[in-house]
């Protein structure tokens, strides 16, 4: 789809970046041909009063020029706000890509977390984001030329005023950065806390937390978290604006030395007769913006510099590897085989591990239980497994070839999987199926729809009802079994070489889970499956039961092997017969 074209999007975007550029440059240009014509018309005006007709002429086609260059200003600035929103939607389709197709270990990890959300807030914010940095470049651009125009111009006439203005203004600026420098020192602290104050913003309000905020009475909690980030954010940005207004102070009375200065040095020169009335017109005109444009090189300059950190997250993020980027080695079309040998894994930094040295082989066609307690690591393993994790030790054989030598993505594509948190699309039932929006594609869905053991009764739309109402008001939201069954009905549609199925039927009522396990062999016949669940009375029907017990494999067999060597799995599935009353 608009995302995996990669080409065509690099196209877009390089053609969207040549169009802004030009359309800078030529705003650039523009404003600083036009400040300085307009300074040096009163020069040419007071040199030549006594010519009446060649000054009403001047004036005449001066007149028709500054008209002209205020019209193509005007003209590029309108321009610019059609461009910059075309820009930044590029922007946002790059990072919404990759967001699609970097690895799942990638995408889960807190740092891409941490770049995705500034780099959205980055492009979005039009004041200070990336949209600003443009403006930043483009101003720095015709900053430096005014600077580079006055700065000859005023070295003709005198060469003191000018090394005056400077030698202030980068007394000036010091003062800036200075404070500049203390709010990058805390910006680290100020990002911290505007997550905090987000995330609170956004549970607050969203429907599914709503409902644990009120049964828990937990609003005041909420609006205490939120009062103390909050506070910590005010301490810390007044302390930013004392230097900020310590340093405008300062530079406010730089500024008037400045300009007292040069008039007074202009007055003197033009009494003393080394200038004449007309270089002292055109000085007056041009003393004020030639320290303007030296401060504003200075200023976008560190804008610039700052925006530099930004752009930095950003790059980071565009530059994070893609699904696919790895192996080389064709998958084989065949699947025989996929074996563990001493696999371990943590997550990020973390020091512990979540599975350690875990080694066991799944054959074709096999049908594989997989049970521990809760955070023994079962998981993690099926992510592992199906190619979304990669090992921190240890590697992964599929038909005997390190998967690291297949292409991600193909290799991917090789499992169906129903995770343990169902996350269906506010789309219709056929496109959540099989993934397209062409009907024709819907008519299978409906197939393994039944096989899945889904029900209810949709009327006459069929697959063409759309689950939740975010884009149709006669949505369905259907109950947590039902999502379920529209999980397994999806991972049928794709009818891969192993299914993988993370507590399919935690949701279900008894009856419809009775039913579901009842036709796993016939529904996974000929198929290789791997079955999770707390309820060893669901996966005593597999072929062999792998458990999982602090992040090792502890026991493997069939259900009567484990049960006859009375070690955990016996204990915790007669634990859990008797909780049923069965013994």
């Given at each position: 789809?608009?995302?995996?074209?990669?080409?065509?999007?690099?196209?877009?975007m390089?053609?969207?970046?040549?169009?802004?550029?030009?359309?800078?440059?030529?705003?650039?240009?523009?404003?600083?041909?036009?400040?300085?014509?307009?300074?040096?018309?009163?020069?040419?005006i007071?040199?030549?009063?006594?010519?009446?007709?060649?000054?009403?002429?001047?004036?005449?086609?001066?007149?028709?020029?500054?008209?002209?260059?205020?019209?193509?200003?005007?003209?590029?600035?309108?321009?610019k706000?059609?461009?910059?929103?075309?820009?930044?939607?590029?922007?946002?389709?790059?990072?919404?890509?990759?967001?699609?197709?970097?690895?799942?270990?990638?995408?889960?990890?807190?740092?891409?977390?941490?770049?995705?959300?500034?780099?959205?807030?980055?492009?979005?914010?039009?004041?200070?984001?990336?949209?600003?940095?443009?403006?930043?470049?483009?101003?720095?651009?015709?900053?430096?030329?005014l600077?580079?125009?006055?700065?000859?111009?005023?070295?003709?006439?005198?060469?003191?005023?000018?090394l005056?203005?400077?030698?202030?203004?980068?007394?000036?600026?010091?003062?800036?950065?200075?404070?500049?420098?203390?709010?990058?020192?805390?910006?680290?602290?100020?990002?911290?806390?505007?997550?905090?104050?987000?995330t609170?913003?956004?549970?607050?309000?969203?429907?599914?937390?709503?409902?644990?905020?009120?049964?828990?009475?937990?609003?005041?909690?909420?609006?205490?978290?939120y009062?103390?980030?909050?506070?910590?954010?005010?301490?810390?940005?007044?302390?930013?604006?004392?230097?900020?207004?310590?340093?405008?102070?300062?530079?406010?009375?730089?500024?008037?030395?400045?300009d007292?200065?040069?008039?007074?040095?202009?007055?003197?020169?033009?009494?003393?007769?080394?200038?004449?009335?007309?270089?002292?017109?055109?000085m007056?005109?041009?003393v004020?913006?030639?320290?303007?444009?030296?401060?504003?090189?200075?200023?976008?300059?560190?804008?610039?510099?700052?925006?530099?950190?930004?752009?930095?997250?950003?790059?980071?993020?565009?530059?994070?590897?893609?699904?696919?980027?790895?192996?080389?080695?064709?998958?084989?079309?065949?699947?025989?085989?996929?074996?563990?040998?001493?696999?371990?894994?943590?997550?990020g930094n973390?020091?512990?591990?979540?599975?350690?040295?875990?080694?066991?082989?799944?054959?074709?066609?096999?049908?594989?239980?997989?049970?521990?307690?809760?955070?023994?690591?079962?998981?993690?393993?099926?992510?592992?497994?199906?190619?979304?994790?990669?090992?921190?030790?240890?590697?992964?054989?599929?038909?005997?070839?390190?998967?690291?030598?297949?292409?991600?993505?193909?290799?991917?594509?090789?499992?169906?999987?129903?995770?343990?948190?169902?996350?269906?699309?506010?789309?219709?039932?056929?496109?959540?199926?099989?993934?397209?929006?062409?009907?024709?594609?819907?008519?299978?869905?409906?197939?393994?729809?039944?096989?899945?053991?889904?029900?209810?009764?949709?009327?006459?739309?069929?697959?063409?009802?759309?689950?939740?109402?975010?884009?149709?008001?006669?949505?369905?939201?259907?109950?947590?079994?039902?999502?379920?069954?529209?999980?397994?009905?999806?991972?049928?549609?794709?009818?891969?070489?192993?299914?993988?199925?993370?507590?399919?039927?935690?949701?279900?009522?008894?009856?419809?889970?009775?039913?579901?396990?009842?036709?796993?062999?016939?529904?996974?016949?000929?198929?290789?499956?791997?079955?999770?669940?707390?309820?060893?009375?669901?996966?005593?029907?597999?072929?062999?039961?792998?458990?999982?017990?602090?992040?090792?494999?502890v026991?493997?067999?069939?259900?009567?092997?484990?049960?006859?060597?009375?070690?955990?799995?016996?204990?915790?599935?007669?634990?859990?017969?008797?909780?049923?009353?069965?013994?």
């Amino acid at each position: 789809g608009i995302f995996l074209n990669h080409k065509n999007e690099t196209q877009a975007m390089i053609k969207q970046n040549r169009n802004l550029l030009i359309l800078l440059i030529t705003a650039s240009l523009l404003k600083i041909f036009y400040p300085f014509l307009i300074a040096f018309i009163p020069k040419v005006i007071v040199e030549n009063m006594d010519e009446p007709v060649l000054l009403i002429q001047f004036l005449m086609g001066s007149g028709i020029v500054v008209i002209l260059l205020q019209a193509a200003i005007s003209f590029c600035d309108s321009m610019k706000d059609h461009a910059y929103a075309v820009f930044r939607f590029c922007f946002f389709r790059l990072i919404d890509r990759k967001a699609l197709l970097v690895p799942y270990d990638i995408l889960s990890s807190q740092q891409f977390q941490d770049d995705y959300k500034f780099s959205v807030q980055f492009v979005d914010d039009i004041e200070n984001g990336l949209q600003a940095t443009m403006e930043h470049i483009s101003k720095l651009l015709t900053n430096v030329g005014l600077f580079v125009l006055f700065l000859t111009s005023m070295t003709f006439v005198d060469r003191w005023i000018p090394l005056y203005v400077i030698a202030l203004t980068v007394m000036d600026f010091s003062f800036l950065v200075a404070a500049q420098s203390f709010e990058g020192k805390h910006l680290p602290e100020l990002k911290r806390l505007d997550n905090q104050l987000k995330t609170v913003e956004l549970r607050a309000r969203q429907a599914g937390q709503a409902k644990d905020i009120r049964m828990f009475h937990a609003a005041a909690f909420f609006g205490e978290m939120y009062k103390r980030a909050g506070d910590e954010k005010s301490v810390l940005f007044a302390k930013i604006q004392r230097k900020y207004r310590t340093g405008s102070i300062v530079r406010s009375v730089l500024g008037f030395l400045r300009d007292a200065g040069c008039y007074a040095y202009l007055i003197y020169l033009l009494y003393a007769s080394k200038i004449g009335l007309g270089d002292f017109v055109f000085m007056i005109g041009i003393v004020i913006n030639f320290s303007d444009n030296l401060a504003g090189v200075f200023m976008n300059l560190a804008a610039f510099t700052k925006d530099m950190i930004s752009l930095r997250e950003l790059k980071r993020l565009l530059k994070s590897p893609e699904s696919g980027e790895d192996g080389e080695v064709p998958v084989p079309d065949t699947f025989e085989s996929i074996r563990f040998e001493g696999v371990s894994y943590r997550y990020g930094n973390d020091q512990e591990y979540v599975l350690k040295d875990i080694s066991f082989c799944i054959n074709a066609g096999e049908q594989i239980g997989l049970v521990g307690l809760n955070g023994a690591g079962k998981t993690t393993l099926t992510l592992l497994l199906c190619g979304l994790l990669k090992p921190t030790g240890g590697k992964i054989f599929y038909n005997g070839i390190d998967i690291e030598q297949f292409s991600r993505k193909e290799y991917i594509s090789l499992f169906s999987n129903v995770f343990q948190d169902i996350n269906l699309l506010h789309f219709t039932i056929g496109e959540n199926i099989t993934g397209s929006s062409d009907g024709e594609t819907w008519k299978r869905a409906e197939t393994v729809l039944k096989t899945a053991g889904f029900e209810r009764n949709l009327g006459e739309r069929g697959t063409a009802a759309s689950i939740g109402k975010t884009f149709d008001e006669r949505g369905i939201d259907f109950s947590g079994g039902e999502k379920q069954k529209l999980a397994i009905a999806r991972a049928l549609y794709k009818n891969t070489a192993i299914f993988i199925l993370d507590e399919p039927t935690s949701a279900m009522d008894p009856l419809a889970e009775e039913r579901f396990v009842r036709n796993y062999k016939e529904i996974f016949s000929n198929r290789t499956s791997i079955f999770i669940s707390h309820r060893l009375l669901n996966t005593k029907i597999c072929d062999r039961i792998l458990l999982i017990d602090h992040g090792r494999l502890v026991e493997c067999g069939t259900h009567e092997a484990l049960m006859k060597a009375k070690g955990l799995y016996y204990e915790l599935f007669c634990a859990q017969q008797k909780s049923y009353g069965l013994i």
